[in-house]
């Protein structure tokens, strides 16, 4: 993680309207910013986390996270050439939206 960041930035909020942002820390709840990000953030909140995550932490959610969409674990599988066989996301109790 970048040095002193501690917090999602206020521009990303939107994208967290459904928890307490006080209580949301970079560290603690990583897959679960990096899975919201991937999912619904716009260019500007995906350059955020890639400076923020290292590649290899997202990698790593990907590859074990059930909650992306399946557009969304297409694009990534891509971007960090994943295989499907690696990725949980794929299996049967994923999300399966299009």
């Not at 995906?46 to 997202?58: G, Y």
């Not at 499907?84 to 049967?92: A, L």
């Given at each position: 993680m970048e040095t002193g960041e501690r917090a999602v930035p206020e521009e990303f909020f939107h994208l967290f309207w459904d928890v307490d942002l006080s209580e949301l820390d970079l560290d603690r709840h990583?897959?679960?910013?990096i899975e919201r990000v991937l999912n619904m953030g716009d260019q500007k909140a995906?350059?955020?986390?890639?400076?923020?995550?290292?590649?290899?932490?997202?990698s790593r959610v990907i590859k074990n996270s059930r909650r992306l969409t399946r557009k969304?674990?297409?694009c990534w599988k891509n971007?960090?050439?994943l295989n499907?066989?690696?990725?949980?996301?794929?299996?049967?109790y994923s999300i399966r939206q299009d």
């Open positions: 990583k897959s679960f910013i995906l350059a955020w986390l890639r400076r923020t995550f290292p590649d290899e932490i997202i969304t674990a297409l971007i960090y050439d499907e066989d690696e990725m949980k996301c794929f299996g049967t």
